[in-house]
């Protein structure tokens, strides 16, 4: 009987059959190009004031604020899985929140109260502090603010002594997120005068204005106290050779690490970073990028650990030298297993 259909001359492959080295799980496994660790990790940490305290954040969830007795644990599981670094960031009560950010330089507030209590419990775990002023500013920007006006230089001094109190207190990373104009330079300057040479800098060097930060604001207060928005210092996000002259200058003034945030909208940049200058860069997988997989997921819209390990293997494939990302423990004990 005469096949309805002729068959397709296949000849022209001449063998070549790509799906050969897919066709088992070892041999997959074998040929991978890029590998996953939970050494790509480091895990974003929120702390708050009390003993024995936990606040859930209604957008991120899975996600808690802790505090600092808590946030040792924390460490403590982050540090058996194999994750090498958590960046800290504070949730200032609102009576020590002023419009000239006083309390960044608190030599005693969360963020350095946290830092040592980690360092004395877990000191091989690398700690990053986030220097930027929302989380202390009484009008939730990043820089103090003047008639309207983000204030650069004044902002900037204000930066230099948090770091300062920050390194005191054992901070390994110095995570500027601000965007103001100069301030790796001097917070590297004044680093080096205090005898701080050895802590390293970790630039938020192309951070966009974005609307996949709301979370975050939530989860360190900040958010509600916003008073217009960060366009002003931020990156335009419809600009990718702005970001690359951002990331050339703060590696001129000192940057041993330059970061790209958010992560998953701008792979492009995170591939162009590393293609073009020749430091580690990493990307923030940023609340909202979390809040869609966990959101969707818990709707049964999508498989939630398979999305998740996509996404953290999508910014390995496009060069990240490591990944901020509130999947980090749940990732690294997958990983482990």
């Given at each position: 009987?005469?096949?309805?259909?002729?068959?397709?001359?296949?000849?022209?492959?001449?063998?070549?059959?790509?799906?050969?080295?897919?066709?088992?799980?070892?041999?997959?496994?074998?040929?991978?190009?890029?590998?996953?660790?939970?050494?790509?990790?480091?895990?974003?940490?929120?702390?708050?004031?009390?003993?024995?305290?936990?606040?859930?954040?209604?957008?991120?969830?899975?996600?808690?604020?802790?505090s600092v007795d808590l946030l040792v644990a924390a460490a403590k599981d982050a540090a058996a899985e194999g994750i090498p670094a958590l960046a800290l960031?504070?949730?200032?009560?609102?009576?020590?929140?002023?419009?000239?950010?006083?309390?960044?330089?608190?030599?005693?507030?969360?963020?350095?109260?946290?830092?040592?209590?980690?360092?004395?419990?877990?000191?091989?775990?690398?700690?990053?502090?986030?220097?930027?002023?929302?989380?202390?500013?009484?009008?939730?920007?990043?820089?103090?603010?003047?008639?309207?006006?983000?204030?650069?230089?004044?902002?900037?001094?204000?930066?230099?002594?948090?770091?300062?109190?920050?390194?005191?207190?054992?901070?390994?990373?110095?995570a500027p997120s601000d965007m103001m104009d100069g301030r790796?330079?001097?917070?590297?300057?004044?680093?080096?005068?205090?005898?701080?040479?050895?802590?390293?800098?970790?630039?938020?060097?192309?951070?966009?204005?974005?609307?996949?930060?709301?979370?975050?604001?939530?989860?360190?207060?900040s958010g509600d106290r916003l008073k217009g928005d960060k366009r002003t210092y931020q990156l335009d996000f419809a600009n990718s050779d702005e970001a690359l002259r951002e990331v050339a200058q703060d590696i001129e003034e000192g940057a041993d690490m330059v970061m790209v945030k958010p992560g998953m909208p701008y792979l492009d940049m995170v591939r162009r970073v590393r293609d073009t200058f020749d430091v580690p860069v990493f990307a923030y997988q940023v609340s909202g990028e979390y809040a869609m997989i966990r959101f969707a997921a818990d709707a049964g819209a999508i498989a939630g650990e398979a999305a998740m390990m996509e996404s953290l293997m999508g910014f390995k494939r496009a060069g990240a030298s490591g990944v901020l990302t509130y999947f980090a423990l749940e990732a690294a004990r997958l990983l482990n297993a």
């Open positions: 009987m005469t096949e309805r259909w002729p068959r397709h001359d296949m000849s022209f492959l001449n063998g070549v059959r790509q799906r050969r080295m897919r066709r088992t799980g070892w041999l997959r496994d074998m040929v991978r190009e890029t590998v996953l660790t939970p050494h790509d990790f480091i895990w974003p940490l929120f702390v708050i004031e009390g003993q024995n305290e936990k606040t859930a954040i209604r957008t991120m969830p899975g996600v808690e604020r802790m960031f504070p949730n200032t009560p609102g009576h020590l929140r002023n419009e000239d950010a006083t309390e960044a330089y608190n030599p005693d507030n969360l963020m350095c109260q946290a830092m040592r209590a980690i360092k004395q419990a877990v000191p091989e775990i690398g700690l990053i502090a986030d220097v930027a002023l929302d989380e202390y500013s009484s009008d939730g920007q990043d820089g103090l603010v003047r008639d309207g006006e983000i204030l650069n230089d004044e902002t900037v001094n204000v930066m230099v002594r948090s770091a300062i109190v920050q390194a005191r207190a054992g901070a390994d990373i110095i790796v330079a001097a917070i590297r300057q004044a680093l080096d005068a205090e005898g701080f040479s050895h802590v390293a800098i970790m630039s938020y060097s192309a951070k966009f204005a974005s609307a996949y930060y709301g979370p975050f604001r939530e989860a360190v207060g």
